[in-house]
Nanobody
Framework: VQLQAFGGGLVQAGGSLRLSCAASGRTFSSDGMAWFRQAPGKEREFVTAISWSGGSTLYADSVKGRFTISRDNAKNMVYLQMNSLKPEDTAVYYC????????????????WGQGTQVTVSS
């Protein structure tokens, strides 16, 4: 499967961005999908994940109440709506998928997109 993330950019603190992830190459509608991020000099960090049906979601404490993950299986798309952005949200954001239920650790995921840069200025 190929995953392509896009929608990143430069935004001021307090602003919003919507990331998208397009999946192709296999049926991913039964996969758990997730977003991770990695800032310079830091380890890859879990952000959020969603079950195949969209009925179950996981969020890192640092983004709860500000970020929302969603998916559209008919379009093979996953989205990350990011509101009230903070400078500490600055990172490369990656989408990923795995067979089965979503997990919050990156080693559980089999497929990764190339990442999209999000920069939040103060």
């Amino acid at each position: 499967v190929q995953l392509q993330a896009f929608g990143g950019g430069l935004v001021q603190a307090g602003g919003s961005l919507r990331l998208s992830c397009a999946a192709s190459g296999r049926t991913f509608s039964s996969d758990g999908m997730a977003w991770f991020r990695q800032a310079p000099g830091k380890e890859r960090e879990f952000v959020t994940a969603i079950s195949w049906s969209g009925g179950s979601t996981l969020y890192a404490d640092s983004v709860k109440g500000r970020f929302t993950i969603s998916r559209d299986n008919a379009k093979n798309m996953v989205y990350l709506q990011m509101n009230s952005l903070k400078p500490e949200d600055t990172a490369v954001y990656y989408c990923s998928s795995r067979r089965g239920v979503p997990k919050s650790y990156y080693t559980a995921y089999e497929y990764w997109g190339q990442g999209t840069q999000v920069t939040v200025s103060s």
